[in-house]
């Protein structure tokens, strides 16, 4: 069996015909509405569904076609909502080396770091961002920024609408381009990233050795 939190609300159905009745609707915190099927006929009021109704449930059941078959409806306690989150993860290099050998060296270097943003459940995430910047990247060393891929970027000032289909990972790679210069010493690094429409962040050490 499959569980479906959400509060239970039911609009009139086939209005006009014979088969008038209240159909039954499970609204999810992300705002989807699934419909719950009821035992009855169409006209009729489903007492199980009925007496549950304008109120937060769990529903216990199989998800069909036509909605979700029910096989047992309690009152959901507060301690059970479970506020619902992105899942975020930062991929980096676990070494990255740094050209410090002597003599013409590489004017630049280049490091990729990739935000993975994932919505694991079967809807739709839905946020925005109050510019048109979704994420950003940071680098960090001993708790202070050595680089913030924003710095120097423009971005639109119009909200930007943020959708995350559910089970699909969707990457937001980056690269962070440094001169082998600007890194004084080897050691533990952290990288992070903040995914703007949702307010989260996630971060990874990495380190950094040079090349001699």
């Known amino acids: 069996m499959q569980r479906f939190d959400g509060y239970l609300f039911a609009k009139l159905l086939l209005i006009g015909s014979y088969s008038e009745g209240p159909g039954y609707i499970l609204q999810q915190w992300d705002y989807k509405e699934l419909p719950v099927i009821k035992k009855v006929y169409p006209w009729e009021e489903d007492p ?18 036509e909605g979700i078959e029910y096989k047992e409806i309690t009152e959901l306690k507060p301690a059970e909502v479970e506020e619902k989150k992105l899942k975020l993860e930062l991929k980096v290099p676990e070494v990255l080396w740094v050209n410090k050998m002597p003599g013409p060296g590489p004017e630049k270097q280049y490091m990729p770091l990739t935000l993975i943003v994932e919505w694991p459940y079967r809807s739709i995430w839905h946020g925005t961002c109050p510019t048109s910047q979704i994420y950003d990247f940071m680098i960090e060393k001993d708790g202070k920024t050595i680089w913030k891929w924003s710095d120097g970027r423009v971005f639109l000032q119009v909200i930007t609408p943020v959708i995350i289909p559910g089970g699909r990972p969707i990457e937001y790679p980056v690269v962070w381009e440094f001169s082998p210069d600007e890194i004084k010493e080897e050691g533990t690094y952290t990288a992070k990233s903040l995914f703007i429409a949702s ?8 380190e950094i050795k040079f090349a001699h």
Request: aromatic letters at 8%.
């Open 48 to 65: 199980e569904l009925h007496k549950f109704l304008a109120k937060k449930v769990t529903i216990m059941g199989k998800m069909m076609e």
């Open 199 to 206: 307010n989260q962040t996630v971060e990874k050490e990495f």
